[in-house]
């Protein structure tokens, strides 16, 4: 089996896993480009340094990366499947910097983990440059992952049973299969080959997802409105009722935005299900009780110890970060990204827009979105 060479741009929860558990596979070479300082320093200093992941049930695994730098030449050099690990707000940038480095000599399959927030539009742009680079994206992560210590070790949380790529709608079929049959030599979980790029972006996920959560929670009627909360705070199992209710609130007008962008484009969005349902078909049983979305998100497994990030003041009070992925990337590149659409189609999404706007507020307005890439004759060029 020829060799696969991987990078991994980012250092943070994901690289440090995914660096990990591509060793485990036979004939993977991984680089972890990444400008975390500690990382870096981590590995400067000691050349067998390796990266440990605990696993859930408390054993490790250990692997050495072949390169970590952050030298794009020297990490992307002859590689054959990029994958982007940062937020979105970062994307960007850093297409913009590995751009020169990337192989012109053959198809680079360029994508990212997660792939929403119209990376392909992103990537499209980005790469302008590059005709080879084969865009695409993953609707989630295929594990999740916390408790990061940089350069050292991560835990990995649940795992997906299957997971779902797509691909820039320019694509073709043969570059779909080979980077499907790439990513299957990298991940046990069977790997799906979607249709159309826009089940991802459409997939709700982290934007209306930690939004709703901080909404109930500090949002105008939310339990922390204006005041501290009292420690720190699980994501999910600590969500409040008001927050699952706006989730649920969002993702209805969620679907109801498919069947519109379905209708204007001539398209099948059938694969984005309601959330609960891609939860619960996600996690499996270790959800243990799948009655409602707040007992979805309160009693799954693989969602507990994800902590909210939170600001601790003088008083020992907490604050949410408003500068933590939560806001710069689920709102500014997420939220917007369903607005603007529902804005284009002329389609009201109370709910979203509601959460956008206050959120927008609460961070003290944007100061980049994904509208500038969102490609300005969008649904018209999307259509068959």
Known sequence: MPTLKVALCGGGRTGHLNAVLFKQRPGVQVALLSQNARLLAAHADDAEQGLRVWLPDGSALDARPDIVSDDPALALHDVDVVIITVPAQLRWELLRRIAPSLPRHKPV??????????????????????????????KDVPHTAFDLQAGHSVRMGGAKSRLHMACHARESASQRQQLQACLQRLYEAPVQLLENYLEITLTPGNPIMHSSVIYGLIGPYGQYHQRALPGPLCWWSECPELGAYFLERCDEENQRLCRAVERALGIDLSSVKPLRQEIIEAYGEQIRETHSMLSVLRSNQAYADIYAPLLADAQGGYWVDTQSRAFEEDVAFGLATLVEMGRRLAL???????????????????????????????PKRNKP
């Open 109 to 138: 399959f360029v994508g990212a983990i997660p792939g929403f927030c119209g990376f392909d539009w992103l990537a499209e742009k980005a790469l302008a440059d590059c005709p080879n680079a084969v865009i695409w994206g993953m």
């Open 348 to 378: 009201p999404l109370p709910h979203i827009e509601e959460l956008f706007a206050w959120t927008s507020a609460h961070m003290g307005g944007l100061r980049q979105s994904s509208c500038h890439y969102i490609p300005s004759d969008w």
